[in-house]
């Protein structure tokens, strides 16, 4: 059974700079996308960053430059650098991996979430 544990969400002043990480426990293809989503009070979740198997990235059209995803295939980690932290930021983030295209185990996988509070 794969699981996901997110670390690094907190508590951080405007302008200010947090990194999510996210282990991943259990088998997974290196193929696999990994990302990071996040939902807001009231709203619906929505991507923030996403690293596909080759190191393709896409990013939501809010993070403008100050967000970087990573990820350590030997270690099955996927990292979300913030920078440039702003009150809007303020969510629950998720961590996702997304081997839906993987014939041999089609799935998709997320954490129980970690907030990330930006005060102003």
């Known amino acids: 059974q794969v699981q996901l544990v997110e670390s690094g969400g907190g508590s951080v002043q405007a302008g200010g700079s947090l990194r999510l990480s996210c282990a991943a426990s259990?088998?997974?293809?290196?193929?696999?996308?990994m990302g990071w989503f996040r939902q807001r009070p009231g709203e619906g979740r929505v991507l923030v960053a996403q690293?596909?198997?080759?190191?393709?990235?896409t990013y939501g059209d809010f993070v403008k430059g100050r967000f970087t995803i990573s990820r350590d295939n030997v270690e099955k980690t996927v990292s979300l650098q913030m920078n440039s932290l702003k009150p809007e930021d303020t969510a629950v983030y998720y961590c996702?991996?997304?081997?839906?295209?993987?014939?041999?185990?089609?799935?998709?996988?997320w954490g129980q979430g970690t907030q990330v509070t930006v005060s102003a």
């Open positions: 996702n991996v997304d081997q839906r295209a993987n014939v041999e185990s089609r799935a998709n996988y």
């Open positions: 690293i596909f198997g080759g190191g393709q990235t």
């Open positions: 259990g088998h997974i293809f290196n193929r696999a996308a």
